[in-house]
Antibody
Framework: EVQLLESGGGLVQPGGSLRLSCAAS????????MSWVRQAPGKGLEWVSA????????YHADSVRGRFSISRDSSKNTLYLQMNSLRVEDTAVYYC???????????WGQGTLVTVSS | DIVLTQSPDSLAVSLGERATISCKSSQSILYGPDNKSALSWYQQKPGQPPRLLIYWASTRESGIPDRFSGSGSGTDFTLSISSLQPEDVAVYYCQQYLTIRRTFGGGTKVEI
């Protein structure tokens, strides 16, 4: 059974940093691209970042480019999102998602809440 | 980036009636030699992550009831729920995956 478990969310002041983790199980982690998608309170879904299976290529939304960095550790079956220079508008539930080629994001974690506030 | 526009923003449907949601893309999302459209539909209930319903615009994900169907090609797409059930109350999103830089529609809230 595919499972994705996010952690690392919490309350942080503007300008601060946070690292999110997503522990994956039930599939061959290194074979799949992974993404982070966020959802601000009461709002829709916003794609944030993606990384291919090998980790060699990463992609970021314009809204986070230069501040966020996605990475993965296949020895630990874990996906990361390093978030620096956080802004109030980064407040959201952050989901990690597994991509199956041709299906887009077929499995999602339960999400972790990041609150940026002074 | 590819922009997806969903309509309506919200929809009230009687139990057993049909619900129809539209998703229009700012550019064609046809992919590959088979000319499939790289569009998926998700259902999200309060406090839960999105759940994949449909991919390639019209292929139902495993375990999804057949009252859910997707149609369309190129830039215009539709999600239909043929006979609305109480458990179908949710927000529905379309998503394009032609590019790795995914984009989502704004969502449609379906109520009874």
């Amino acid at each position: 059974e595919v499972q994705l478990l996010e952690s690392g969310g919490g309350l942080v002041q503007p300008g601060g940093s946070l690292r999110l983790s997503c522990a994956a199980s039930g599939f061959t982690f290194r074979s799949y691209a992974m993404s982070w998608v966020r959802q601000a309170p009461g709002k829709g879904l916003e794609w944030v970042s993606a990384i291919i299976g090998s980790g060699d290529d990463t992609y970021h939304a314009d809204s986070v480019r230069g501040r966020f960095s996605i990475s993965r550790d296949s020895s630990k079956n874990t996906l990361y999102l390093q978030m620096n220079s956080l802004r109030v508008e980064d407040t959201a539930v952050y989901y990690c998602a597994k991509e199956t080629l041709g299906k887009s994001d077929d499995y999602w974690g339960q999400g972790t809440l990041v609150t940026v506030s002074s | 980036d590819i922009v997806l526009t969903q309509s309506p923003d919200s929809l009230a449907v009687s139990l057993g009636e049909r619900a129809t949601i539209s998703c229009k893309s700012s550019q064609s999302i046809l992919y590959g030699p088979d000319n499939k459209s790289a569009l998926s539909w998700y259902q999200q209930k309060p406090g839960q992550p999105p759940r994949l319903l449909i991919y390639w615009a019209s292929t139902r994900e495993s375990g999804i009831p057949d009252r859910f169907s997707g149609s369309g090609s190129g830039t215009d797409f539709t999600l239909s729920i043929s006979s609305l059930q109480p458990e179908d109350v949710a927000v529905y999103y379309c998503q394009q995956y032609l590019t790795i830089r995914r984009t989502f529609g704004g969502g449609t809230k379906v109520e009874i």
